[in-house]
């Protein structure tokens, strides 16, 4: 099997396309300046899937995400909406979804979902759209773990979680699952490194 670059920000940077990043956030901006650097190193259509109990910052990281994106918009959980739309820059649109309010188990959820057109919004971070309209798709998904059978085999998942004893303290991993999700890691790697290369 070949070998998984992995890497922590610790080590310098990342010539290579990478499959996972691990690294630690010390405040709300912080998470939402690790969202920006992804969300600028976005240049084709892409699933980004968050995963995190409640608090664990999804929100916030998806709000740095549509500020890279170049959305102006205000970002919010979408509570009453299953999916809410920003426009960005370059024809980039973002679609932010928040399954926390689907079906109770996630079998449910991924039936609620599919009856609300979930398959056709994925289906839209495929490929650039040709025509008038956004050419460029994004999909952040908060609770994507509920809508596991649905992702798309190549997005980036990101997982998030409070660290014991430092209230401010996240624990984030970033996994690419295919290669546009990790071309898009080794540019975001690129990206934050020199401006944070704290030590786990
Ligand atoms: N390092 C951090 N990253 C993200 N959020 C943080 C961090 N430290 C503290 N917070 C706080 O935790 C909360 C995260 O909330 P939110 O982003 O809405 O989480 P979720 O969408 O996962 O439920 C916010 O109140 C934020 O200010
Ligand atoms: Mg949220």
Same mark, same amino acid.
């Given at each position: 099997m070949e070998a998984k670059r992995k890497m922590t920000l610790?080590?310098?940077?990342?010539p290579h396309d990478l499959d996972e990043l691990i690294l630690v956030t010390r405040s709300d901006e912080e998470t939402r300046e690790l969202g920006r650097a992804i969300g600028e190193a976005v240049d084709a259509p892409l699933v980004i899937a968050l995963h995190g109990d &409640? #608090?664990?910052g999804k929100t916030t990281l998806t709000q740095g995400i549509a500020a890279g994106l170049g959305v102006t918009d205000r970002v919010t959980s979408p509570t009453f909406t299953l999916v809410s739309e920003h426009p960005g820059r370059d024809g980039i649109r973002l679609l932010h979804v928040d399954s926390?309010? &689907? #079906?109770?188990?996630s079998q449910a959820a991924q039936r609620e979902a599919r009856t609300f057109g979930m398959e056709e919004i994925l289906e839209q971070a495929e490929a650039p759209a040709l025509?008038?309209?956004?050419a460029v798709t994004v999909v952040v998904i908060e609770w994507a773990e509920r809508l596991a059978d649905l992702l798309p085999p190549d997005h980036l998942a990101i997982h998030l979680e409070h660290l014991p004893d430092e209230p401010e303290n996240r624990l984030l991993r970033l996994l690419a699952r295919g290669s546009r999700s990790r071309a898009l890691l080794r540019r975001v790697a690129q990206a934050w490194t020199p401006r944070r290369a704290e030590p786990l």
């Open positions: 610790n080590q310098g940077s990342a &409640l #608090g664990a926390y309010r &689907l #079906g109770d188990s025509g008038p309209g956004p």
